[in-house]
């Protein structure tokens, strides 16, 4: 399911194919360093250019002779370009080439979640104005609280996910670098020019110092971005779930003609992408701890990360391309409720209000203590007798003496929790 939805261009980045055209793109950037720097014939670097070429299955065949993926790849564009080939891998490591080529695959895909982001967040935004007074009810604690709208709501999903695009573009431009230094670093064949006109040619910046491979604290950075914005994801999809409840059923996925929720129950309508969403969600987290681990390694470089980056990143970058994509088609066929949003904010007669009514005796004389005794046993006993807020309000003699039935009809006037609405959305909507 998951590779039915995902984006092609995502997939296309991780795949062996585009790994080595990433590796020969690299070879030939610093080949045309060295020709800038007047060291190969740029005549030399014209006709590389041309006839470089990698076959992935004959990459395979020499790498179960050599078992060195680099050396496998190198040999084999070496036999398309003849005695031109000694120009190949001039003073590098073969770590130049995979953690700079990694770093414009991670590029490449970041452009991709960033436009994911924005379609996302613009979705948001377009059913936050529709709902910009839709009256429901605020929860804490998964108990009701008081009177909100829906945009609101939304307000602070767009909020969030905004502050989540903010964090990734940081962490995308931190990872833009690459290196060419050499064993351990230290330029000893090759010099830190070539490094910095291959790192233009690629549109990286060159690692302020790299350790014959890119600390990865870099991509543990990287990786906890993309891990918060499956949490927050997450975040928005649960409070569907639960939006999406028989009990409440103040909001429902969008569900088809033909669809099906049950095997067993044809009444049946689930939240299952929203429930698929925090399953996935769980996943990324767990890669950005692999991300972590991986930032201890011996010395200078050993190779314990790079086996598991093969996995988590391709992985965690299709998983928020997908995730986005899904929660954006969630947002788009949002079934709102609004009847149903009203409705829960008048149950047990309107004990939302309790605060209002709080503070209006208060206004009128009584001391906080024993006007939240008032109205605490009206409320109370409205809740546990299924009663009536409100009208146990006009019946208590305490109440009575200080309010008239006009001044709690004003109280329980919805409007008054809107009176800010437009402050909240000129912060967010502008």
């Known amino acids: 399911m998951i590779e039915r939805y995902s984006r092609e261009e995502m997939k296309n980045i991780w795949t062996l194919e585009s790994k080595f055209n990433y590796y020969l793109k690299v070879e030939i950037a610093v080949c045309e360093a ?5 060291e190969i014939p740029k005549e030399d670097v014209l006709i590389i250019k041309q006839r470089a070429r990698f076959d992935v299955k004959r990459i395979d065949e020499i790498e179960r002779e ?29 770590s130049d080439v995979i953690d700079t080529a990694f770093a414009l695959q991670i590029q490449d895909s970041g452009k991709i979640i960033l436009e994911d982001l924005n379609k996302t967040i613009n979705s948001i935004k377009e059913l936050a104005k529709k709902h910009k007074n839709t009256i429901c009810i605020g929860r804490s604690h998964g108990i009701h609280a008081e009177v909100m709208t829906f945009g609101v709501k939304l307000c602070s999903w767009i909020d969030i996910l905004e502050r989540q695009k903010d964090n990734f573009e940081h962490a995308l431009e931190q990872i833009r670098v690459g290196q060419i230094s050499g064993p351990v670093g230290t330029y000893s064949n090759i010099s830190p020019e070539v490094e910095q006109i291959t790192c233009k040619h690629l549109g990286l910046k060159p690692a302020r110092i790299s350790t014959q491979i890119i600390a990865r604290d870099y991509h543990a950075y990287f990786m906890q971005s ?37 095997s067993a129950m044809p009444h049946k309508k689930n939240p299952v992408l929203s429930e ?68 829960n904010t ?8 309790s605060q209002k009514v709080l503070l209006t005796l208060v206004s009128k004389g009584l001391s906080r203590e024993d006007a939240y005794t008032i109205v605490q046993r009206n409320a109370l006993d409205a809740f546990n007798n299924h009663g009536n807020f409100k ?10 003496k200080l309010l008239t039935p006009q001044e709690i009809d004003t109280i329980f006037d919805k409007k008054e929790f809107l009176q800010n609405i437009d402050k909240i959305y000129a912060r967010i909507l502008n």
């Not at 084999?76 to 003073?91: A, C, F, P, T, W």
């Not at 996935?280 to 692999?290: D, I, Y």
């Not at 008048?346 to 209000?353: A, D, L, R, S």
């Open 34 to 38: 060295y020709a800038e720097l007047g």
């Open 66 to 94: 050599v078992r060195h993926d680099v050396i496998a790849f190198l040999t084999n564009v070496n036999e398309s370009l003849g005695d031109l080939g000694r120009y190949m891998h001039v003073g590098l490591t073969s």
């Open 346 to 353: 008048e149950k047990f007669g309107g004990i939302v209000f």
């Open 391 to 400: 009208e146990n309000l006009l019946k208590d003699k305490d109440v009575m």
């Open 226 to 262: 993309l891990a918060l914005i499956a949490s927050v994801i997450e975040q928005f999809a649960t409070e569907i779930r639960h939006l999406q409840r028989t009990e409440v059923l103040e909001v429902e996925e969008g569900f088809g003609a033909h669809q099906k929720g049950s």
């Open 276 to 343: 698929n969403l925090c399953g996935l969600a769980r996943v990324v987290r767990a890669n950005s701890l692999v991300a972590l681990e991986n930032i201890p390694l011996w010395h200078e470089r050993d190779i314990s990360h790079s086996s598991a980056e093969r996995i988590i990143f391709p992985d965690s970058l299709t998983l928020v391309d997908f995730m986005l994509n899904r929660f954006n088609e969630i947002v788009e066929n949002l079934v709102v409720h609004e009847n149903n949003m009203l409705k």
